[in-house]
């Protein structure tokens, strides 16, 4: 297991804290999401085969942007 946490830009309600947590949740092997819109950060907890790439993509896929 591996915990990161994700910048995230473009959260600005508990709503979107919420569809970016059900988005990450459907990822295989991650097992704990925690977004944060007011800190516009995510914190994921996964194991080791999911990339970070996996859960930025995720993240874009839901509508909104990852910070570099």
Not at 6 to 19: D, F, H, L, W
Not at 52 to 66: L, P
Request: charged fraction near 35%.
């Amino acid at each position: 297991m591996n915990r990161r946490t994700i910048r995230v830009t473009g959260m600005a309600c508990g709503g979107c804290e919420q569809n970016v947590e059900s988005a990450l949740g459907k990822v295989e092997g991650v097992t704990r999401v925690d977004a944060d819109h007011e800190e516009g950060a995510v914190e994921v907890v996964a194991d080791d085969d999911v990339t970070d790439e996996d859960v930025e993509a995720t993240i874009e896929d839901a509508g909104y942007d990852v910070a570099a």
